[in-house]
């Protein structure tokens, strides 16, 4: 069965696993999703990812991440969705939790978090939210 949105099943996958007190969650292999887990190590939601072969397909190992026996992710969901595409500038680009959350926005210059948009002038779609 192929999947409509690659990217709401990673996040999906990520809140699932968090959920049920999970150390790791696998999901398939994509360029997208690697950059997505990319901004997510680097803000501290995840503690890190690897690629693992399964059951003969390139997948991604996500280790999740926990403090004080609660999920670092309180919220993760989808904002752009393969029905409404949602875009923004630079300028407008949405706070979440008037910053102590990110954007992940996917731009010409790469899938970064908000800040590092902003710091970039950089605007595109606004992929998901995070705190």
Do not use: C, W
Not at 17 to 37: E, F, H, N
Not at 66 to 91: D, L, M, T
Not at 99 to 110: A, D, E, Q
Request: proline share 5%; hydrophobic share 35%.
């Amino acid at each position: 069965m192929a999947l409509t949105d690659p990217l709401g099943d990673l996040l999906t996958r990520i809140r699932n696993g968090q959920q049920a007190r999970k150390d790791s969650v696998v999901t398939p292999a994509s360029k997208l999703r690697a950059r997505v887990l990319d901004v997510l190590q680097r803000e501290g939601y995840i503690r890190g990812y690897r690629e693992e072969d399964v059951a003969g397909h390139a997948g991604l190992r996500i280790e999740l991440k926990y403090f004080e026996g609660q999920p670092a992710i309180k919220h993760i969901a989808r904002v752009s969705k393969p029905g409404r595409r949602v875009y923004s500038g630079s300028k407008e680009l949405p706070r979440v939790r008037n910053g102590l959350g990110i954007t992940i926005v996917s731009t010409p210059k790469g899938v970064l978090s908000d800040a590092e948009a902003r710091e970039q002038n950089a605007g595109g779609e606004v992929l998901a939210e995070v705190f």
